[in-house]
């Protein structure tokens, strides 16, 4: 999974039953999300693995109990650099900061993302004020956002704070909000998504619900409608986990998937047109998922005090929100 440990110590898996016929280096790539599956064939035809104590070849089919051992090395880490880009900061103090993160940046440096990074505009706006505790390529970062999902995005100044506030993260005590439009009108005016989360049997970029894999977590969501229109429909939505794309994956599992999810919803844009039914305006309003994480609870790391801060909705979820209620109200 995402979360496994890169190092030259061996590492190894049992193939459980929802894995069997499955490639080795497609099994492989399952787990080390941070390799490319060209990466770990090479380090399968080297030698580095091993499958019940025997060599094997990628293509190698697995088995339900078969014990999988594998060498990786560790990926060469670069170190962020400083980057003048502007930032929109909600709030900062000695120990904190709050940032509203705009859609299409994506939060630390990885592999094939090393420029236009929110730490590299961190490391510009604050310098050296930033904790280290998540590594030279995470100055500050204690939690994320996807790419194309805009809002706030709390950042620690300290260890100590990271600390703190970390431990908050993994206590669940930390309330996020966020603001969704969705293809589709739920059911209920408010309900619990409670489904577990795994790594997309196919498609190693993408999540799915997976109730019977033995690497899926569980991961709960709450919703509220906030408004609805003809075909459409404004969210509240707090997860009450912190899985990767949990609320998308949810989302997409009730049948009203997040507006402009290319990922899991299909559709890439939307037009003015569309909303309108004016089949000649062509004027795009939306290119990426209308998610947006407005609203952040959490009690500060050094004073203790309850704080909440929020971010304004962006101005291209607000341009197609304002469209929706002129043109798609439901009646």
Known sequence: MTDRL?????????VGPSDAGMRLDAFLAQQFLQYSR??????????????????????????PGQKVIIVLPEIPRQTAQPENIPLDILY?????????????????PA????????????????????????????????????RDTSGVILVARSDQAHARLAAQFQARTIEKE????????????SDY????????????????????????????TY???????????????????????????????????????KQYGGRRQITRGEIRRDPTDSLVLLERQALHARRIKFIHPTTACPMEI?????????????ELRTYRSAR
Request: proline content about 7%; some cysteine; overall charge positive.
């Open 223 to 261: 919703y509220e409608v906030l408004e609805r229109f003809e075909g459409f429909a404004a969210l509240r939505v707090v997860p009450l986990t912190g899985r990767t794309h949990q609320i998308r994956v949810h989302l997409d599992h009730i049948g009203c998937p997040v507006l402009c999810d």
């Open 193 to 220: 998504i409670d489904c577990p989360i795994g790594v997309h049997p196919q498609q190693r970029e993408k999540m799915a619900i997976r109730r019977h894999w033995s690497h899926s977590r569980p991961a709960r």
């Open 38 to 63: 060209a990466h770990l064939r090479r380090v399968i035809t080297a030698g580095g693995v091993r499958v019940d104590g025997k060599g094997g070849k990628p293509a190698f089919r697995l088995s």
């Open 178 to 189: 966020y603001f969704a439009l969705v293809s589709g009108v739920p059911e209920r005016h």
């Open 6 to 14: 890169l190092s030259s110590e061996p590492v190894e898996l049992v």
């Open 111 to 146: 592999r094939g993302h090393w420029k236009g990074t929110l730490v590299g505009a961190l490391q510009y706006h604050f310098g050296q004020r930033l904790s280290r505790a998540g590594g030279p390529t995470r100055p500050g970062v204690v939690h994320r956002l996807d």
């Open 310 to 322: 929020e971010a304004p909705l962006p101005h291209d979820i607000a341009t197609v929100l304002h």
């Open 92 to 108: 900062y103090d000695d120990e904190i900061a709050a940032v509203n993160k705009p859609a299409g940046m994506v939060v630390h």
